[in-house]
């Protein structure tokens, strides 16, 4: 009884989760024809990556590093700005490198961590990092799932993508440094405990940042069913309450997002909007911004890749489609989900669409270096 009323509570306070609960009820009535194939619409593979990294990030938040790292960090920024400016930058440049998931797994329980010692608006903090994320992770073929799909796509070197993305990217990133900037204030950072005394696991510490590049490396070699066995066998046998920390509810979320999101690519309606976004200026541009809107980002990138190989187009597109709407990036749904502040999803949107319009706007005017 105790665990049924535990569910209906997470539920509850699950506006996301009820929603795509809801959603696939009403498209299974639609097409009921599809319930065998729900399996084959879930990225198992991303559900896998998301799986490992979550237990990764969370031995790393339960080490005391990252409360250690925030003491470092209180040393340096003595402003609200300062300390905001800084972990924005920090965020965007992690993500070009380790991809905009992993870097939010790092940012924000360190964000949280400092949010439990400061006076800090700490949901503000950690939306700005979201956004910095989808900014940073798009100058790089490997920053983000749908960049790495394009890239793939379009058989460029590593280099020839780099360069045709970093104008986007670098507007991109300059409209959330100046949103950033003028959101925090320059107000002198209150302290209200003592960061230095937080115990540090050195062998969990030790274990969790090398499980970042091995973990990785791994998925890369195409044995992700051994990496993810060997990150929770490893944490089951000797840091158990890690995994018992671990926030397995995000997971379901996203096999939904998947579930949905690819019935309603499949929905005849979809086509025939896509083929209306194509006409419209700026074509593949404004096509992957609307539509991300409605189906996320990555999805709308595998999805208009049907209709068009201008896979640069595409890319600027889906990526200045990670802002507005928190469904535009899975990456905005991570950074929401694991900060748990009270009205962050309405605050989100407050910041989240004008980023939208200014990098929009960025986009049309830096157009012609597509050729």
Same mark, same amino acid.
């Given at each position: 009884?105790?665990?049924?009323?535990?569910?209906?509570?997470?539920?509850?306070?699950?506006?996301?989760?009820?929603?795509?609960?809801?959603?696939?009820?009403?498209?299974?009535?639609?097409?009921?024809?599809?319930?065998?194939?729900?399996?084959?619409?879930?990225?198992?593979?991303?559900?896998?990556?998301?799986?490992?990294?979550?237990?990764?990030?969370?031995?790393?938040?339960?080490?005391?590093?990252?409360?250690?790292?925030?003491?470092?960090?209180?040393?340096?920024?003595?402003?609200?700005?300062?300390?905001?400016?800084?972990?924005?930058?920090?965020?965007?440049?992690?993500?070009?490198?380790?991809?905009?998931?992993?870097? $939010?797994? +790092?940012? *924000?329980?360190?964000?949280?961590? =400092? /949010?439990?010692?400061?006076? @800090? &608006?700490?949901?503000?903090?950690?939306?700005?990092?979201?956004?910095?994320?989808?900014?940073?992770?798009?100058?790089?073929?490997?920053?983000?799932?749908?960049?790495?799909?394009?890239?793939?796509?379009?058989?460029?070197?590593?280099?020839?993508?780099?360069?045709?993305?970093?104008?986007?990217?670098?507007?991109?990133?300059?409209?959330?440094?100046?949103?950033?900037?003028?959101?925090?204030?320059?107000?002198?950072?209150?302290?209200?405990?003592?960061?230095?005394?937080?115990?540090?696991?050195?062998?969990?510490?030790?274990?969790?940042?090398?499980?970042?590049?091995?973990?990785?490396?791994?998925?890369?070699?195409?044995?992700?069913?051994?990496?993810?066995?060997?990150?929770?066998?490893?944490?089951?046998?000797?840091?158990?309450?890690?995994?018992?920390?671990?926030?397995?509810?995000? $997971?379901? +979320?996203? *096999?939904?997002?998947?579930?949905? =999101? /690819?019935?309603?690519?499949? @929905? &005849?309606?979809?086509?025939?909007?896509?083929?209306?976004?194509?006409?419209?200026?700026?074509?593949?541009?404004?096509?992957?911004?609307?539509?991300?809107?409605?189906?996320?980002?990555?999805?709308?990138?595998?999805?208009?890749?049907?209709?068009?190989?201008?896979?640069?187009?595409?890319?600027?597109?889906?990526?200045?489609?990670?802002?507005?709407?928190?469904?535009?990036?899975?990456?905005?749904?991570?950074?929401?989900?694991?900060?748990?502040?009270?009205?962050?999803?309405?605050?989100?949107?407050?910041?989240?669409?004008?980023?939208?319009?200014?990098?929009?706007?960025?986009?049309?005017?830096?157009?012609?270096?597509?050729?």
């Amino acid at each position: 009884m105790k665990l049924v009323r535990y569910l209906f509570s997470r539920l509850s306070e699950d506006l996301l989760l009820l929603t795509l609960l809801l959603g696939l009820v009403i498209l299974l009535l639609w097409m009921p024809e599809q319930l065998p194939q729900l399996p084959t619409l879930v990225e198992w593979h991303t559900i896998a990556i998301l799986t490992g990294l979550m237990v990764l990030s969370r031995g790393l938040e339960d080490s005391g590093a990252l409360t250690r790292a925030g003491h470092w960090l209180l040393e340096h920024m003595h402003t609200e700005r300062q300390l905001a400016l800084a972990m924005v930058v920090f965020a965007a440049l992690l993500s070009a490198i380790v991809t905009n998931d992993v870097a $939010l797994f +790092i940012v *924000v329980p360190l964000t949280l961590s =400092l /949010g439990r010692a400061l006076t @800090l &608006p700490t949901g503000r903090l950690i939306i700005f990092e979201a956004l910095a994320v989808n900014a940073g992770s798009a100058v790089s073929p490997i920053g983000n799932p749908q960049n790495l799909y394009l890239w793939q796509l379009s058989g460029d070197s590593f280099v020839t993508f780099f360069i045709l993305m970093l104008p986007i990217a670098g507007w991109m990133l300059m409209v959330v440094l100046l949103l950033t900037t003028l959101s925090f204030s320059s107000r002198k950072i209150t302290v209200n405990t003592d960061l230095a005394k937080a115990p540090l696991s050195q062998s969990l510490l030790l274990i969790s940042l090398l499980g970042y590049p091995l973990f990785l490396i791994w998925v890369e070699l195409g044995q992700m069913a051994w990496a993810l066995v060997a990150v929770l066998g490893l944490f089951l046998l000797f840091w158990r309450n890690v995994l018992l920390g671990v926030d397995w509810l995000i $997971l379901l +979320i996203f *096999v939904l997002m998947f579930v949905v =999101l /690819g019935l309603l690519a499949q @929905l &005849p309606v979809m086509a025939g909007l896509t083929q209306t976004l194509m006409a419209l200026p700026g074509e593949e541009l404004t096509a992957g911004v609307l539509l991300s809107q409605v189906i996320s980002n990555v999805p709308a990138a595998i999805f208009l890749s049907a209709f068009s190989e201008d896979w640069y187009r595409l890319a600027w597109g889906v990526n200045v489609g990670g802002f507005g709407l928190a469904i535009g990036s899975m990456a905005n749904l991570i950074a929401l989900r694991l900060g748990k502040q009270p009205g962050l999803w309405w605050q989100f949107h407050l910041w989240s669409l004008p980023t939208l319009l200014f990098s929009l706007l960025g986009a049309y005017l830096f157009l012609p270096w597509l050729g």
